[in-house]
């Protein structure tokens, strides 16, 4: 079953005598151990999008169905939802991990013992074990933002919301956040994530939506909206001064030469005679011109500016 | 339900107990403060002989005061700590619903509230060689009171959850709280009385004060009424509060303080 469905979602706040159109018309469907990444400049609605689906924000127009529950009606919805919210810590400071773990649980509805003993198995996998008995608040931001997941996993939710998850946090636990999304997503629950850290987003979704004024621009396979972007070519790098004779040649092959560096567009049987031609000189590197998400998300962004300024004149 | 009110108990002496200078300063304030209470009664009644009596009466009465006060702010306060830490919306996941994990929330607090002042004041007795009286069926119009605040309580983290900085507002209500608990409705003429009777919690206070100050016996028309006010309270505010509930929804306020 679609792990979450939302249809037509539509959100408008009303600001100091002026309407704000913060999300619309935005539907999305995620499946079982698929993970989305939510991308869009601040602003553009991401957060109240996941609270709409969280039923923390009530739309204006439209309807959410988690696992085909609908969170704003039904409580049962709660249950197969798990959120790790933005920017603050979801935990309380006092009490230790253990404790958040096994309260957290009662709260989901669990019962006590359930919630213990599974508190101590996310404990352990998250590897925190060692600091289940230090109130929170002496833990580093990454523990933190780690618990916070663990306890919003304590229920075996279906689905998991995490706005901008590694938000503050260094490489190290960034890195460590990143692993645990994945992993946890192959145990078949659907992920939806929102970051500003595109490289993060372009190594762990499966999908990603890019939303710009509350509304989805692009939504795709995360690997063919690069390889859509991609230009296909390769780049040689290599070290020495290249003679007339070998440019000619490889100019020749169809590639773009330039000082200690040449740009070919072509078939990898091309890139064999290219390489050929260059021997013995020192490669530096030889690779494939991938874009990556960053620059499509500004080139998309961007195209969808411009399509907005030729509809308004 | 019971569940989670073990666990809301867990969680509230918990989170007491994790800093115990905090705690202990608490039950220093708690002691010396029914110290005074027991000195100046002492001083105040003169005669001996009735020291008891009056002794319980002011203690009695100062407790529920406190309480009653303690309950009233208790959600609206809980509200804006929470926003402030960022559970807030945590509690609004959870499958429960709002209302019922933060009546559970307040009725664990009081119970930890009631059972340092209980012990507070045996100790008191005990070093100070006094008895203090107290007849069980004051429990009576003492839970159509409690009905009351609890209702209160919803209707002013109701104010919390729609328009946010409310301390003022709770200042402010402390000094309506000491009206309502010390209005003598009793002695209020035809039309007015009528009136008196829907003013939250006023008729279980007069009830009360009926039973400890002027020893009279539990009338039950007037525990009927005060119930009946206590129930009306309660519901009263449980629908405000949802109401305000979904107008936060609505605007998107939730946690944003
Ligand atoms: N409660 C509110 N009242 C009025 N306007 C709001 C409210 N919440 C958000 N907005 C507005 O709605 C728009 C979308 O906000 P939202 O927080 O969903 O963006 P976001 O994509 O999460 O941004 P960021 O990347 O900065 O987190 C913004 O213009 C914001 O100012
Ligand atoms: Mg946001």
């Not at chain 1, 979602?9 to 698929?34: D, F, H, M, N, W």
């Not at chain 1, 988690?66 to 933005?86: F, T, W, Y």
Request: charged content about 20%; hydrophobic content about 50%; proline content about 3%.
């Amino acid at each position: 079953m679609t792990a979450l469905e939302a249809y037509k979602l539509r959100k408008t706040y009303r600001q100091g005598g002026k309407l704000v159109e913060a999300v619309r018309e935005l539907s999305l469907k995620i499946e079982p151990g698929e993970v989305l990444a939510f991308l869009g400049a601040n602003g553009a609605g991401k957060t109240t999008t996941i609270k709409m689906i969280a039923g923390l924000i009530r739309p204006d127009t439209g309807w959410v169905k988690i696992a085909g529950c609908d969170p704003h009606r039904n409580s049962k919805a709660l249950q197969m939802l798990g959120a790790v919210l933005e920017g603050n810590r979801n935990l309380y400071w006092r009490l230790t991990p253990e404790e958040n773990l096994e309260y957290f649980g009662v709260l989901r509805g669990m019962n006590r013992k359930a919630a213990h003993r599974r508190g101590l198995a996310l404990l352990d996998r998250f590897e925190l074990l060692h600091k289940r008995h230090t109130p929170v608040q002496a833990l580093s931001r990454g523990m933190q933002q780690k618990l916070a997941i663990a306890v919003a996993l304590i229920h075996q939710p279906r689905l998991l919301l995490l706005d901008e998850p590694t938000l503050g946090l260094d490489v190290e636990a960034s890195q460590n956040v990143k692993a645990l999304v994945r992993e946890i997503a192959q145990e078949g629950c659907a992920i939806l994530l929102t970051t500003h850290q595109l490289n993060i987003a372009e190594e762990i979704s499966d999908r990603v939506a890019i939303v710009q004024n509350g509304e989805i621009i692009a939504l795709e396979p995360t690997a063919r909206i690069v390889k859509q972007f991609s230009d296909c070519g390769y780049i040689i790098e290599f070290l020495g001064e290249l003679d007339d004779v070998r440019t000619r040649k490889i100019e020749a092959i169809g590639a773009v030469v330039e000082s200690q560096k040449m740009i070919y567009a072509g078939t990898p049987e091309g890139l064999y005679q290219i390489l050929n031609v260059l021997s013995p000189l020192p490669l530096v590197q030889v690779k494939q011109d991938r874009a990556d998400l960053t620059k499509i998300f500004l080139k998309l962004i961007g195209e969808s500016r411009a399509a907005t300024v030729t509809h308004g004149n | 339900m019971l569940q989670l009110l073990l666990t809301e108990i867990k969680r509230t002496w918990t989170e007491f107990i994790r800093y115990p200078i905090e705690a202990i300063a608490g039950l220093v304030i708690t002691t010396f403060i029914f110290y005074g209470l027991f000195l100046s009664a002492r001083f105040v009644a003169g005669s001996q002989l009735h020291l008891g009596d009056r002794l319980s009466t002011i203690v009695v009465g100062y407790v529920l005061w406190t309480l009653v006060l303690f309950i009233v702010n208790d959600i609206a306060a809980a509200l804006q700590m929470e926003a402030q830490t960022g559970t807030l919306e945590q509690i609004f996941l959870s499958p429960f619903g709002a209302p019922k994990i933060f009546l559970v929330r307040t009725i664990a607090n009081l119970g930890l509230r009631l059972a340092l002042i209980l012990g507070v004041l045996i100790i008191i007795m005990l070093f100070t060689r006094t008895h203090l009286y107290f007849s069980l069926t004051l429990l009576l119009p003492l839970s159509t009171l409690l009905l009351g605040a609890y209702g209160m309580s919803f209707m002013m983290g109701a104010l919390a959850l729609v328009f946010k900085r409310v301390e003022q507002l709770l200042g402010f209500f402390r000094f309506g709280l000491l009206f309502l608990l010390a209005v003598p409705i009793a002695t209020w003429i035809a039309p007015l009385r009528g009136l008196g009777i829907l003013l939250p919690m006023a008729t279980g206070a007069e009830e009360l004060r009926n039973l400890m100050v002027r020893n009279q016996s539990l009338s039950l028309t007037h525990f009927m009424l005060a119930l009946l006010n206590g129930i009306g309270y309660f519901a009263l505010g449980l629908f405000v509060f949802k109401w305000a509930e979904r107008q936060a929804k609505r605007q998107g306020i939730l946690s944003g303080y």
